[in-house]
């Protein structure tokens, strides 16, 4: 926060810097003890990606959230109108999900069907656990894996995971039949330190979550998930890997990036075709999939593009999907229930995939 000017009724507010923990992108600020009534504006700035043409608000201490109207741009700094009708507002970059809310969902996931089970994926660095979800534990069934979050900012990516989970545990028929047919783990937020700081994690030091999938990984959460996907994938039994992450404010459209074609199996290369046209028929909107695809390789990122996730994966030469799902987040269909729609849809893909249909 920088500043409130009460004869301006304007909040200027600037995202706080964490050096070396990546870019700043994203801000989540509580306002109380407001005029109710009035009318305000919020100005955020001096920090370009964590401008959205829409701020988002909750009146009702986070049960819900909803875009305000769209801001005026002045250079690097957007002005946002705020109508106070409740002495206390949540305003954010964009619908929150902290690692509180990360544990609460997998213990509901968890609650609410047998064969789903809690768990931590990994102690992080700084000692926090890192809340997961599995179904159909012991099953050895093909492994579908599903994470959110690599880039701590990209809240959206784990409402998308939660519209994906949510669906995978309920009743409707195609979910249900998806849970005869594989073993899902489902991670809401892989960068669980950079969520609880509020840092925005990409780009960060020693390197990015999305390029520590080496020999040797920095990151715990990255250590196992590698563990457990390489050995369904030596087993034979890894189906899909999907990374959930936001794309940059001017993409309108969800779509993938893709490992470079050349390293994908003739198998691999053929199952992901037919994955992109199930995703195209499912996805269609409010976020809608137009096919849109982008290799990731050595043009993309000569030095560190086989320790992007995705790519490791798909080296380990198993036939499965391995891709990175870019959900757009500067849009007026960019809210919890756009999002969610998306992991629903994204989920009836997967479902059709792996039922050889
Ligand atoms: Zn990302």
Redesign the pocket.
Known sequence: MESIEVEQKRIVLNPADHPDRGWRCWWYVKLTGLPVGESWTLDVGDAPWATPDQATVSRDNGKTWQHTEPGDREGKRIRYPLKFESESLLVAWGPPFVPADGKALVDSLAASLAEAEEFSLCQTLEGRDTPALRVGAGSKKPLVWIQAR??AW?SG?SWVGKGFSEWLVSGAPEAKKFREQVEVVFVPIMDIDNVFRGAGG?SQKPQDH?RDWTEEPHWNAVTAAQKEIGEAAAAGRLAAFVDL???GATNRFPYFYVPPREILTPAGKANQDRFLKLVKEKMTGPLRFTGGTIESGAKYDRKAWKAISKNWVASLESDAISV?L?TAWNTSASTTGGYQAVGRQLGQALARYCSGE
């Open positions: 690599q880039h990209e990516a990409k999305n992450h936001n794309p990175t870019e």
